[in-house]
């Protein structure tokens, strides 16, 4: 039986995922190369929504993550939580790539919320892929 703080922390993530992509209040720039999020002042609201391709270039990184991988990664990137990420999450996450890694997570950084803490957040994401690429890597125990 999941822990209340597991429920609490997969309910968050599903919607901080919902609400980074469709808050007005962030800005976004992508190009053909390079799916980045950008911060840029704007007068007018209409300005700050998320361009649909970024959104759905985003949302399609969310579904290649696995839904039941999604929490594990916002909860030790975010939350700080040393939970053990199991190999088949640190598949999804290799294979996803590292551009829509770190366009979730500059995504979920641009939020107000997360945005004082992104050098941390940042370093616990690139951590994070790091521990997933040894894992995937390193020799299996001998016969």
Request: aromatic residues 10%; proline residues 6%; contains cysteine.
């Amino acid at each position: 039986m999941a822990s209340f703080c597991k429920v609490s922390i997969m309910a968050f993530f599903l919607l901080a995922s919902g609400a980074f992509l469709s808050s007005p209040a962030l800005a976004f720039q992508a190009n053909e190369q390079d799916f980045s999020l950008a911060s840029e002042p704007s007068s007018s609201s209409d300005q700050d929504i998320i361009p649909p391709a970024l959104r759905h270039y985003l949302f399609q990184c969310l579904e290649r993550l696995g839904e039941e991988c999604r929490p594990l990664f916002f909860a030790r990137i975010f939350i700080g939580e040393k939970n053990e990420i199991p190999t088949s999450c640190c598949q999804y996450l290799v294979q996803m790539g590292d551009k829509c890694h770190t366009a979730i997570t500059n995504a979920v950084i641009s939020r107000p919320e997360f945005s004082g803490n992104a050098t941390l957040f940042r370093t616990r994401s690139d951590e994070t892929w790091t521990t997933c690429i040894r894992l995937l890597v390193s020799p299996g125990p001998s016969a």
